[in-house]
T-cell receptor, first 116, second 111 residues
Framework: GAVVSQHPSRVICKSGTSVKIECRSL??????MFWYRQFPKKSLMLMAT?????????EQGVEKDKFLINHASLTLSTLTVTSAHPEDSSFYIC????????????FGEGSWLTVV | AQSVTQPDIHITVSEGASLELRCNYS??????LFWYVQSPGQGLQLLLK??????LVQGIKGFEAEFKRSQSSFNLRKPSVHWSDAAEYFC?????????FGAGTRLTVKP
C-alpha cells in the first residue's frame, strides 16, 4: 500500500536551534499534506494544511513564523521548527492525500522532537 | 469547521467482552468519518471509514462502526475484545481541506 515516510523519526536539538522534519509520499503524488502535533496521551492537533505549490494554511494559534511548512513538490513537505524551545518538544505527525476530499489519507509514522 | 467529540476518555473492558466507543461529529455537509487506532509511541492505523452508502461499515481486526445521521454519531464496536486491542482510539472527520480528530479514547483490556 501507499507509504508516507517521515524523517527523522527521533531528533534531539538544542534550545534556540532550528530543526527540519521531512514528510515524503513514496509512491503517490500528495496534493495535500497535513501536519499535526500530538502531546503525550493527547489527541492530534491539526497545525496546518499544505497544498503543493501554495502557502500552508495554519490553524488558529499556530505561529507561522515558528513552524515553517513548505510543500515544494508533490512528494515532499517539510516542517521546520525555528528557534526551538523545550515546550516545542512533541510528537509531530504528517499525513498525505492524493487529490481532494475522499481520497485515502496516509499517515507517516511520526517524529519525536526533544528540545534540550 | 467540523469537529469531533469522543465523550469517553478512558474505557476498561474485560477480554472477551463487547466494546462500543462513542463518537459524535459536527459538520454541515455529508461527513467523511474515520476511526484510527494508535499504540503507544506509534503512528496511526486506519480501522475503517465511512463516506456514503451502507451505514454499517466493516473494518479491520473485527471492528465495525455505524453511521447515524439523526444522532450525528459514528460509534465503533467490536463483539469480543482481545488483549491486543488495548490502545488509543481516535475518531476523525474530513473536511474539504482538513482532517480533525477527537480527543481519543484510551482502551484498557482486563484479563
Amino acid at each position: 500500500g501507499a507509504v508516507v515516510s517521515q524523517h527523522p523519526s527521533r531528533v534531539i536539538c538544542k534550545s534556540g536551534t532550528s530543526v527540519k522534519i521531512e514528510c515524503r509520499s513514496l509512491d503517490f503524488q500528495a496534493t495535500t499534506m497535513f501536519w499535526y502535533r500530538q502531546f503525550p496521551k493527547k489527541s492530534l492537533m491539526l497545525m496546518a494544511t499544505s497544498n503543493e505549490g501554495s502557502k500552508a494554511t495554519y490553524e488558529q494559534g499556530v505561529e507561522k513564523d515558528k513552524f515553517l511548512i513548505n510543500h515544494a513538490s508533490l512528494t515532499l513537505s517539510t516542517l521546520t521548527v525555528t528557534s526551538a524551545h523545550p515546550e516545542d518538544s512533541s510528537f509531530y505527525i504528517c499525513s498525505a492525500r492524493p487529490g481532494g476530499k475522499g481520497n485515502t489519507i496516509y499517515f507517516g509514522e511520526g517524529s519525536w522532537l526533544t528540545v534540550v | 469547521a467540523q469537529s469531533v467529540t469522543q465523550p469517553d476518555i478512558h474505557i476498561t473492558v474485560s477480554e472477551g467482552a463487547s466494546l462500543e466507543l462513542r463518537c459524535n461529529y459536527s459538520y454541515g455537509a455529508t461527513p467523511y468519518l474515520f476511526w484510527y487506532v494508535q499504540s503507544p509511541g506509534q503512528g496511526l492505523q486506519l480501522l475503517l471509514k465511512y463516506f456514503s452508502g451502507d451505514t454499517l461499515v466493516q473494518g479491520i481486526k473485527g471492528f465495525e462502526a455505524e453511521f447515524k445521521r439523526s444522532q450525528s454519531s459514528f460509534n465503533l464496536r467490536k463483539p469480543s475484545v482481545h488483549w491486543s486491542d488495548a490502545a488509543e482510539y481516535f475518531c476523525a472527520v474530513e473536511g474539504n481541506n482538513d482532517m480533525r480528530f477527537g480527543a481519543g479514547t484510551r482502551l484498557t483490556v482486563k484479563p
